[in-house]
């Protein structure tokens, strides 16, 4: 048996998350808040760990209830506090006089600005998988892991890689649910260059990728469908969430239950 024991959400796109008891399902099936809002540039790019690694020099905290981020640099001296909206221009000065270009602090609260557009729900992995995968490493741990990978949910599984469980063969899609909530698991999230980097320092992690690469595909479990796996730099379950359930809770504690496997839509 699976349960729910972290709900994560990045309210801005790249930055850091906030971790949450309780959250609700919003429209195109995004979690609430998450990825609500998100840096651009001039020419409507985002400002990302991908494009920009200074990305990884900023720290924040938020206030939900407030819709207040409170930002600055990672071991600088000082932070400032701004509402999202009511303050977003003072926010976008400090955002641009610290990327040295301009940016804006843009909003979308019809699904945010999932990483992946296709399949848009929220991702998924265990405990369990971030621990082992932080064993491939020296001076990572599960914690460490999860800021690198950036996931949504994080399930107390029974193994490391139980969430392979959550998709099947291409052309199908995994029906599961957390609680209430009714998920179809897509495919293994393919990753970017963002994991290889040091949350906190952007600084590349020497042979990150060479290493995962072949540990993903030394320990891949019998149950995960090798059809995905064109390359082994795959790990956590995109998915999306039926219509039905917008609007619906999530909550730490939930039970996981896995279903049939359904065609795609």
């Known amino acids: 048996m699976a349960r729910l024991d972290e709900i994560a959400v990045y309210p801005i796109k790249s930055l850091e998350p906030t971790t949450l008891e309780r959250t609700t399902v919003i429209e195109n099936g995004a979690l609430q808040w998450d990825r609500r809002y998100a840096i651009v540039d001039e020419a409507g790019e985002y400002v990302n760990g991908k494009r920009d690694e200074r990305v ?10 407030r819709s207040t981020v409170t ?3 990672r071991d600088g001296e000082t932070t ?16 641009s006089a610290f990327f040295e270009y301009r940016v804006r602090l843009v909003r979308d609260d019809e699904g945010g600005y999932p990483d992946d557009t296709t399949v848009s729900g929220p991702t998924v992995i265990a405990w369990e998988t971030l621990e082992a995968v932080a064993g491939w490493f020296d001076g990572i741990d599960a914690t460490g892991m999860f800021r690198r990978l950036r996931p949504n949910l994080v399930l107390e599984a029974e193994t ?18 957390i609680g209430d909530v009714s998920f179809r698991g897509s495919n293994p999230c393919q990753r970017c260059v963002v994991p290889t980097r040091h949350p906190d320092t952007g600084e590349p992690t020497p042979g990150f990728q060479e290493t995962f690469v072949e ?11 090798r059809e995905w796996f ?13 219509e039905r359930d917008w609007g619906a809770s999530l909550r730490v504690g939930d039970e996981v239950r896995i279903g049939e496997v359904l065609s795609a839509p």
């Open 230 to 242: 064109d390359h082994y730099f795959r790990l956590m379950v995109n998915t999306d969430i039926l």
């Open 80 to 95: 400032r506090t701004y509402h999202l909206d009511v303050d977003r221009d003072a926010l976008e000065a400090w955002l």
């Open 56 to 65: 990884h020099r900023l720290e924040t905290t938020y206030d939900l209830e």
């Open 160 to 177: 490391a890689f139980w969430e392979d469980r959550l998709y099947d063969e291409p052309g199908t899609v995994q029906a599961f649910e």
């Open 215 to 225: 540990n993903r595909e030394r320990t891949l479990p019998a149950w995960a469908s």
């Open 71 to 73: 930002i600055g640099e």
